[in-house]
């Protein structure tokens, strides 16, 4: 698997019971804290590995950062947030790439490995199935609002663990179960990754609004004004292919096309399993999984959001 296809990782086959995961992400800060910015980074890179049914083995630091201005203990903050969740997801820290930059970034260039007969993608959505997602949304305003003064550092910070959460505890269960197509939920928002699951089935997608979950203070933000700079792209890429049914005002709108850092897994699975996954999933500390929407039949793929 390469870039023909919108899945979030490549896949090379090694041997018939193994099979190669490759992926790099890196981003700007959401937060100010060095720490939180590190492992956030670094479990928004390690997603991928997860949304292809993987397992983590390896990782490379990727890091961008003016040492000049800035000194290095902002950096050491950051390495040691990012080493935390490489740690935690059972994989090794190799090494890495550092360059002098106006504007820090960091993330992880990732190897992870999956048997080929078990790889997740974001195609192969039925008719019928049940949409699941395991975190909230809502990262993209609330990071924006909190650089921009409009919503307390304390207020943000009480999220942040679960948007640094690994997926990792989410893909072990749902690996016990028929899963049919699986993403994470990242810069293009709900809406784009639902889209990008739908053209790969060739199938509709119907989100319902109300059973959508979202951070605290994130409908708020988006009230008070606050937006981000991906909203409008997010808006244009799915415009063509979206009805909306649902009753909503225009700051709820705004929360489909939100992008977010180290979101969750959108699931697609039979309608028979769906909320047994959904028990594990709350049993095993996955709290936030909602069932949000259902795949039906469609000529064209496409997506329309209900009440």
Partial sequence: MGFESSDD???????????????????????????WFGRIAAANSLSDIYAMGGRPLTALNLVMFPARKLGTELLRGILLGGHEKVSEAGACL???HSVEDEEPKYGLAVTGVVSPDRILRNIGARPGDHLLLTKPLGTGVLFNA????????????????EVAALNGAALEVALNYDIHACTDVTGFGILGHSLE???????????SYGALPFYPNALAMYRRGQTTGSNRANRD???????????????????????????????????????????ELH???????????????????????VD
């Fill in 94 to 96: 190799a090494g890495g």
């Fill in 237 to 279: 890429m799915v415009k063509d292919s979206l009805r909306m049914d649902a009753r909503l005002t225009d700051q709820e709108q705004e929360l489909l096309f939100d992008p977010q850092t180290s979101g969750g897994l959108l699931l697609a699975i039979p309608p028979d399993q769906a909320e047994d996954l959904l028990v």
């Fill in 9 to 35: 990782a490549a896949v090379y086959r090694i041997s018939e019971s193994a099979a190669v995961i490759s992926t790099v992400d890196f981003i700007t800060p959401p937060v100010d804290d060095p720490v």
């Fill in 197 to 207: 699951m739908a053209r790969g089935g060739q199938v509709g997608i119907e989100l």
């Fill in 146 to 161: 909190c650089r921009a003064r409009k919503l307390p550092w304390p207020e943000l910070e009480r999220i942040l663990p």
């Fill in 283 to 305: 049993t095993q500390g996955v709290s936030s999984s909602r069932k949000i929407g259902r795949v039906v039949e469609s000529t064209t793929a496409g997506l329309r959001v």
